[in-house]
């Protein structure tokens, strides 16, 4: 166990504490320690319980607390206009933002393949590590006062993107924001060619928009979709950026 932490890792009583904090309620410490345990890291010493069970459990919590509020928030919107609203909130670029401002990435257990090429920022870690965590804080406290916890700290690390998601406008879906503006502006339609590398169970895709036959955006994400819709947001900035200078 005392191999467990590293020069750069922060000791998980101090998350722990926070989390507390957050909450109201006690969090279960060897399941926070699995919560913050990746793959790598498990791999490198034997097999060690880590983080992908809790990172499945607390994505559908996630999902769960973020659909209720958005569902009582909003209801003058359609389930399509929910369903955009939600997916601004719960993507892979949202939570490692969430997490590196709790600093997250500084409890995680690595194995030495990711320490040494950055691990502790990466946003596929940081956003697996935040739903792990909700999971576990989850099951730390019995039902059904464990929903409750584990809303709080969805609330209160999610809560100012959940607010400001009414207003992200073509935010919300990115690639029907870039086909109507392509549209609009007479360049036909837009296709998207998707690559990844890696192992399977840690795919990184790149995926390139194409305007025509111009590649107008490239994107980079844990799954196709997350890849594509970077693709259209970066499409779609290089579009309207240009839209003044086509109408002049």
């Given at each position: 166990m005392s191999d467990r932490t590293s020069p750069q890792q922060r000791p998980v009583e101090e998350l722990s504490r926070y989390l507390t904090e957050v909450t109201g309620e006690p969090v279960d410490e060897p399941l926070l320690t699995r919560a913050l345990t990746h793959r790598s890291y498990s791999y490198e010493n034997g097999g060690l319980p880590h983080n992908e069970r809790l990172e499945f459990l607390g994505d559908s919590v996630l999902g769960l607390v973020v659909t209720d509020h958005l569902h009582s928030t909003h209801p003058d919107l359609s389930e399509g206009e929910l369903a955009k609203l939600r997916a601004a909130v719960v993507n892979m670029?949202?939570?490692?933002?969430?997490?590196r401002t709790i600093?997250?990435?500084?409890?995680?257990?690595?194995?030495?393949?990711?320490?040494?090429?950055g691990g502790r920022d990466k946003n596929s870690i940081l956003a697996d590590t935040v739903e792990a965590v909700i999971g576990a804080v989850y099951l730390s406290t019995p039902k059904p006062r464990g929903l409750d916890a584990a809303g709080l700290l969805v609330h209160s690390l999610l809560g100012p993107v959940m607010k400001s998601s009414?207003?992200?406008?073509?935010?919300?879906d990115w690639k029907t924001s870039l086909q109507e503006v392509a549209a609009a502006q007479g360049l036909g339609g837009v296709q998207y060619r998707t690559s990844d590398e890696g192992p399977d169970h840690d795919k990184t895709f790149t995926a390139h928009a194409h305007v025509g036959d111009?590649?107008?955006?490239?994107?980079?994400?844990?799954s196709k979709?997350?890849?594509e819709q970077q693709a259209a947001a970066n499409a779609?900035?290089?579009?309207t950026a240009d839209a003044p200078q086509t109408s002049a």
């Open positions: 670029r949202a939570l490692a933002e969430v997490a600093g997250l990435g500084d409890f995680v257990s690595l194995g030495r393949g990711e320490e040494t090429t009414a207003n992200l406008g073509a935010g919300l111009e590649v107008r955006g490239t994107g980079v994400g844990r979709k997350d890849a779609y900035a290089a579009l």
